[in-house]
């Protein structure tokens, strides 16, 4: 019996609930030789990419890789994202999804103060990457 990953179906399931409640789906992807994306947008090894339905065309999810067209800088580019490559995928509005550790098919549920987005448009090449934020803890009396 062959075991398949639960990543890519993961991967849709976010992006419909995002779609169902009106939020526009953010993908984290950690750029390598496999992935097609306008290296100029990439900030230290990884991009984020709107996959609002305003943002791309021919939106393909599939089991292996996730293709589009997507506009940078108001320009159109093919991108094609391996799903290994994928960080994660959050609503850009409240920054909940799921974020996966590296290597693994696990997911790890995210709420908005644990992760945030911090390109606000995948047309803006500042910043696309997730903002690592520190755990704190705090006595309540």
Wanted: proline fraction near 7%.
């Amino acid at each position: 019996m062959i075991i398949l990953s639960t990543k890519p179906y993961l991967i849709r399931a976010i992006y419909d609930w995002c779609s169902d409640s009106g939020s526009t789906p953010y993908l984290a992807v950690k750029v390598d030789a496999k992935t097609r994306v306008p290296v100029a947008f990439v900030k230290n090894g990884e991009i984020v990419i709107s996959l609002g339905v305003d943002a791309v065309k021919d939106l393909h999810l599939g089991n292996d890789s996730i293709s589009c067209h997507a506009r940078f800088g108001g320009v159109s580019h093919a991108v094609m994202v391996p799903i290994d490559a994928v960080i994660g995928i959050f609503a850009k509005e409240t920054g909940q999804g799921l974020v996966f550790q590296a290597g693994e098919s696990s997911p790890a549920l995210t709420d908005p103060t644990s992760i945030s987005p911090t390109a606000t448009d995948s047309d803006s090449p500042q910043s696309n990457r997730l903002a690592p934020t520190k755990p704190h803890l705090r006595i309540v009396k």
